[in-house]
Structure formats: structure tokens, C-alpha cells
């Protein structure tokens, strides 16, 4: 089964290539700013797929934000368990709770 983990891994391969045979190891050589600007990009891309009621587009922008997302954390070298971590994390307790102890 294909899960942001495998995708994760392939990442993690890919950043390891040439960046002529790479796109993600030519977006990593870009820097962070980039990975962030291209994440920011295709989350945009994936609110007007969803706006428009566009299911195809929808899934293929939100994929691309995914892919996009796990880049710029590669690029600065968090692991996607980190994230994962922290979504339990919040889990723990309501949403509007966990909001609310956030701005505190």
C-alpha cells in the first residue's frame, strides 16, 4: 500500500540523485524559500481545483500538495513523523479546545 511514508522514502531517494535526473534534488538545491513557494503554489492550485468542483483537478493538485509538502520538509530536514507526532499530539483533545490553547 502507497502511504506519505513510501512517498516520504522516494523523496529521500530522490534528493540523494543528480539534479539532472531529479526533480526534487533540483528543488532542493533551490532552498527552502523555493520548496516554500512552490508548496504555497500548488495549495493554491488545490483551492481553486476544489472551488471549481473539479474532482480530477482535485485530486491531482491535492497529490502534487502533498508531494510538494513532504519536499519542504525535507528541505529542512524534518521527518514526517515530526508532523504526524504533532497531529496526535492535538488529537488528544478537541479541536476548538486545542485552537483556543494555541492562542493563549
Not at 525535507?74 to 494555541?102: D, F, Y
Request: proline share 1%; charged share 30%.
Amino acid at each position: 500500500m502507497f502511504t506519505l511514508e513510501t512517498l516520504e522514502e522516494i523523496i529521500a531517494r530522490r534528493a540523494s540523485a543528480s539534479a539532472e535526473s531529479s526533480y526534487t534534488r533540483t528543488l532542493l538545491d533551490k532552498g527552502v524559500a523555493h520548496c516554500a513557494k512552490k508548496f504555497g503554489e500548488e495549495a493554491i492550485e488545490t483551492i481553486l481545483a476544489a472551488v471549481a468542483e473539479d474532482d480530477a483537478a482535485l485530486r491531482g493538485e491535492a497529490a502534487d500538495v502533498l508531494y510538494h509538502l513532504l519536499v519542504m520538509l525535507k528541505a529542512r530536514s524534518m521527518p514526517l513523523a515530526a508532523v504526524v507526532a504533532e497531529l496526535e499530539r492535538r488529537t488528544q483533545r478537541s479541536g476548538h479546545e486545542e485552537k483556543a490553547q494555541r492562542r493563549a
